[in-house]
């Protein structure tokens, strides 16, 4: 891509464990309805997408009752289909701070993992390890 990235990327312990699980489960074979590209390739170019478009139409803001970000952070959910029905949906929870220009990545995630999302009380723990240092 022609020109410089806004954004820089920065990454979790718990992103890249949830990443491991799905790249077991999709990464290898090829995905007929992401025009045959493997799920680490797809994935690859969302990232890269995001470093350019932080806020793509597919994602959306994330309440988080009971979780206070630190100042300037806010946290999405990018909506992805990588194939049909509801096993074919992937949710990936980020991290932006516009002023820092960064994005973090939390947690990547099937349907058929969590039908919603993971709970609240497991969003603070990964939270508070990030913001701690402690991952």
């Known amino acids: 891509m022609i020109g410089s990235t806004h954004f820089s990327l920065k990454s979790s312990a718990n992103f890249e464990r949830s990443f491991r699980k799905l790249a077991k489960v999709y990464g290898k074979n090829s995905l007929p309805y992401l025009r045959n590209q493997n ?5 690859g ?4 997408n ?11 803001l994330e309440p988080l009752p009971g979780v206070e970000l630190p100042k300037g952070w806010t946290f999405y959910k990018l ?14 929870m980020y991290l932006v701070n516009p002023v820092e220009q960064v994005i ?7 349907h058929e993992q969590f039908a919603k999302r993971p709970s609240n ?6 939270f508070q390890d990030i913001w701690t240092g402690n991952e």
């Open 79 to 92: 909506r992805l289909k990588i194939g049909k029905g509801a096993s074919g949906q992937i949710r990936l």
């Open 50 to 60: 995001l470093l350019e478009n932080p806020y793509p139409e597919e994602a959306s």
């Open 121 to 126: 009380e497991d969003l603070r723990q990964v």
């Open 45 to 48: 170019e969302i990232l890269e």
């Open 104 to 110: 973090f990545p939390v947690w990547i995630y099937s």
């Open 39 to 43: 799920f680490t390739t797809y994935f």
